[in-house]
């Protein structure tokens, strides 16, 4: 299946910092979709991008999918205690691939 | 139903015994799909149902994993012999439409444990 690389493995944010995460292939992609995953939760979707240069905004979250389609990115801003979790890129024609995952952790 | 509902919950596998995991989509929902997931690791694909017709089955770890969809609507996972390396959570996943551009519905997953 199609492999998304996913950076950072963890991050860790004071309350109110934003954050990014990054999702990267060396394949063009069909469609990037994200997820986020609560801890003891199961993944919950977010957003899908299918056109290059996309961008689509929810409140504090910025997702952006690259002109190339080979790369997405996931910004939240200013985040807030109940953004913990992990969250999740994946993509997929048929079958929906995971990427690996960045953990967000914020301070209070 | 209103979500996916997955059962049980949670479930304890002397190692070589076999177990059966239940997966009821939400209703009228076409495609389904299980996934593994390891602790701190990210969904890894097992299979993948359109209606009762087991599509792609090449992510299922070995001749031990089996599942089923017999009348296109609830799906069991079985593995045989269980080993101390299934141990994770099994998540069961469901979307309305034929492929996956549409957003999956994830249940809460039955937490395997395989001692």
């Known amino acids: 299946g199609q492999q998304v690389m996913q950076i950072p493995q963890y991050q860790h944010v004071q309350e109110g910092e934003d954050f990014t995460t990054y999702c990267n292939s060396s394949t063009t992609l069909s469609n990037i979709q994200w997820y986020k995953q609560r801890p003891g939760g199961h993944p919950v979707f977010l957003i899908q991008l299918v056109k290059s240069g996309e961008v689509k905004k929810q409140k504090r979250l910025t997702f952006q999918f690259g002109e190339a389609k080979k790369n997405s990115s996931l910004h939240i801003t200013a985040t807030q205690t109940t953004d913990v979790g992990t969250y999740f890129c994946a993509t997929g024609a048929n079958n929906l691939f995971f990427g690996t995952g960045t953990r967000l952790t914020v301070i209070p | 139903g209103a979500g996916v509902s997955q059962s049980p919950r949670y479930k304890v596998a002397k190692r070589g015994q076999d177990v059966a995991l239940r997966c009821d989509p939400i209703s009228g929902h076409v495609s389904l799909f299980w996934y593994q997931q390891a602790l701190g690791q990210g969904p890894e694909f097992l299979t993948y149902f359109q209606n009762e017709a087991q599509l792609d089955k090449s992510g299922l770890p070995s001749d031990r994993f089996f599942a089923e969809r017999p009348e296109g609507s609830v799906s069991t996972l079985k593995i045989q012999r269980t080993q101390q390396e299934d141990s994770a959570v099994y998540l069961c996943?469901?979307?309305?439409?034929?492929?996956?551009?549409?957003?999956?519905?994830f249940g809460s997953g039955t937490q395997l444990s395989v001692l």
């Open positions: 996943a469901s979307t309305l439409a034929e492929a996956t551009n549409e957003k999956l519905f």
